[in-house]
Structure formats: C-alpha cells, structure tokens
C-alpha cells in the first residue's frame, strides 16, 4: 500500500492538505455538483483518504457516513482528525468488507484506479446499494493511466503520448518515489463493465479548469489545461 510509505505519504500529505489544482479547482467542483444534495442519505466514501469528502458529506447532512480506506495512515489521520463528527471508519479492501446495511449513495474520489479487479467492485457497488442508489467517482483519466509519464517537448512545449492507449494493465510510475502502481483501463471499458453489472449511466464529466485560473503561459503546455486528466462518472441502479 503506497500511501503507507513515509515519503510518498508525507509528500501526498503536503499536496492534498495544500491543494488548489487537481481536487481544488476541478475534481472537487465538478463531483459534488453531480451529488447534489445528500442531505438524508446513506453514504459510503471509497478510499477517503484525509476525509474530503466524508467531512463535506457530514456537514452537508447526509445522515450516515462510512469512511473507507486501506491505508494505515489515512486512517489514523482521520480518527485523529475527524473523530468528532460522527463519521464511521473502516480500515481495509472494500472489497474484502460486508455491510449490514445498503447505501443511497457510493462516492469515490481518486482512487479507483489503484483498484485491480474493477469488475468485481462494480459487481459489489451495485450489491451494496439501495434501489435508485447512484455510485459517483472520479479517477485517473484513462488517457493518462495510458502513458502515465509520458510526453514530448520541442520549442513548442509538450507534446503528451497514448502510446499504449489500448494495451489495459498495471503501469508503473515515479510520483514522489519509485514503484507507484495503477492500472489503466480503456474508457469503453470502465464503462462497458458498468453496463454489464447493471448500472444507468447518468453522467460522464471530463473536467478542466476554468479560464480565469490560468495564465497564458500555462494555457501553452500545463497537463491540466491541454489534455484530460481526470474522469468523473455518475451511475444509477434502477430500481
Ligand atoms: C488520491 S487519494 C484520494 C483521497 C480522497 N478520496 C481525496 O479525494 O482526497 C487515493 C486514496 O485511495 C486509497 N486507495 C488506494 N488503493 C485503494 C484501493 N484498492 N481501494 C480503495 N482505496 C484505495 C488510498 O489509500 C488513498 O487514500
């Protein structure tokens, strides 16, 4: 589990802690207008790590939290941070836990691409969730799982690569260490396995900043402003 590596967590902590990029200006905007309001609901967030969400979920009223994660140090931080709000932890594998009770609402931010078997945890959301009940996530965008440090540069600026685009599997990548691990999916795949586990597609959302938050020079060649980085998907099942 990467994020219990000291240097990788530290370093991911002074990213996430200080973000106003990825989650601040695009992934965090783009996931919580598809929620809506949850206000009522029953919701279990998939890989909280610092609790962003389940904090956001809690104060916005949403009745029950479950906040899961398989690393250790997300969860102590949040037992240590978060303890007082009446969000539930559980540490470990969604897929290796059974809950009691089903869900209004599955969310996951950002972590499903670390998941191997995508399938079986589709297979498990839909189990696991009330009729009418929507599973939202957002992840790595398959076109840059694909090729994951993977560009050009000539005068012009950067040049990012699909090579490989269509070759699905685990890639390896340095993120502050060496050795972090993902798997890349093709887009009609990730959505061709929610169709057959039998979700509605709602929403596909490819978000990217606004025009106000950059400068023309980042506009040039910036991975966020000239290339998908993320994918956010709302599902439902019918009930
Ligand atoms: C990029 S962080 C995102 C954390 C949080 N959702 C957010 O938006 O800030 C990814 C999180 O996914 C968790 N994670 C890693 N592998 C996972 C897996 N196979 N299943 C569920 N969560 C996983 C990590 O422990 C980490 O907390």
Redesign the pocket.
Known sequence: ?I?DDEVFFENYQKL?LNDTGL?GKMEEPCIRQLIGDVSGLRVLD?????G??AVWLKNNHAVEVVAL???DN?IEYLKKNHHDIGIEFVHG??EDQTFKNRFDLILS???LH??ENLELFFLKCFRDLNDGGQLIFSMEHPVCTANPEGYSEDKNGKYWRLNNYFNEGERTQKWFVEGVRKNHRKLSTILNLLISCGFKIKKIEEPHPLDKDYSENEKKDDCFWVRPSIVVIKVEKLR
């Open positions: 589990m994020y996430r989650n998939i890989g909280s790590g610092f962003h969400q994660d398989p690393s997300m594998y969604y931010s950002m972590a670390y998941v």
